[in-house]
Each structure stands twice: as C-alpha cells, then as structure tokens.
C-alpha cells in the first residue's frame, strides 16, 4: 500500500531546525542572542505600544520559555535602551506596555536586514507561487494538527476519561 503522505513533521522538522539554525547563525554574527531577537521582534511585529503581560506571554508560549525569563530580557533591553517601559499615570500593571526607543527600532532593522537577507539566500530560486503553496500546506497542517490535538486532550480528559479510567 502506498502512503498519501509524502511530507511529514520529520521533514517539517528537519526545515525548522535547518532554519532556525541559520538565524541563530545570523543572530551570533550580529552580537545578539536569540532572547533579544524575540523581543525585539514580536514587539516591532504586534505595533508601538504591545501590554508587557502579552509580549511576554506570546513569547513564553511561543519559545516554551519560563515567562521570567522573558521578563528577564525585557528588563535587560530597558537597561539597553533598547525598550521603553511605559506604566500608565494610574500604576496599574496589567496597564504597563513596552515600546522600541529609536535605538530599538535601529537595532531591530539591522537584525531585519540581516535575516531578511539569509531568507532571501534560501528561498531565491523557489518559485513565489511555490513558497505560497508551501505557506498554505503549513498552515493547514498546524491548524489540523492543533484540532487533533484538542480532540485528544478532550476525548482523555472529559467525564468518561475517569470512568474509563477506573
């Protein structure tokens, strides 16, 4: 019998990681870590004043980073001068956002410029309408793969999971 499936998380996997090697490379070559790079980035990504409690914990979920860590990197790039922390006139924490000072968003260009131009290295002779199918393709897997596993979680954990259990 012939398998349907020709691509599979192994060869999704082997893509991530090749990737993600590459913009360590290219980070360590620009003097920056990867901690700084998410921030820096996700804050430029999300608009000019993101909620602290937000960036940190789209980072945190998206990197499975201990959130003080990343807290810890916002602190450290205010230190910098890389972030501004904005507490609003109330003092409310939940109210603080974080915003690039010039120097941030000048130090986000050059780590842009930088990527951009590795991604631009990697992806030169792919065909646009072939990386957009491929953008497609991930897309529909990430999504089914994240309903799967819902389904899952909810078919091991509801009220008969228990009594299955038992």
Request: charged share 25%; hydrophobic share 45%.
């Amino acid at each position: 019998m012939t398998r349907a499936v020709i691509i599979d998380g192994r060869d999704i996997g082997l893509a991530q990681q090749a990737t993600a090697d590459v913009l360590h490379h290219v980070l360590t070559h620009a003097g920056t870590d990867f901690a700084t790079w998410a921030v820096l980035d996700t804050l430029h990504r999300r608009g000019i004043a993101v909620p602290r409690a937000e960036l940190v914990a789209a980072i945190a979920r998206r990197q499975a980073t201990p959130p003080a860590e990343v807290e810890a990197t916002v602190d450290e790039l205010e230190a910098a001068g890389l972030v501004q922390v904005v507490t609003p006139p109330d003092g409310d924490p939940a109210g603080v956002t974080l915003r690039p000072t010039t120097a941030g968003t000048r130090r986000h260009r050059e780590l842009r410029a930088a990527v951009d131009h590795a991604s631009d290295q990697l992806f030169a002779d792919i065909p646009r309408s072939e990386q957009r199918a491929a953008q497609r393709v991930l897309a529909t897997v990430t999504m089914r793969a994240e309903a799967w596993l819902r389904a899952q979680t909810a078919a091991t954990s509801g009220p008969n999971a228990v009594r299955e259990a038992s």
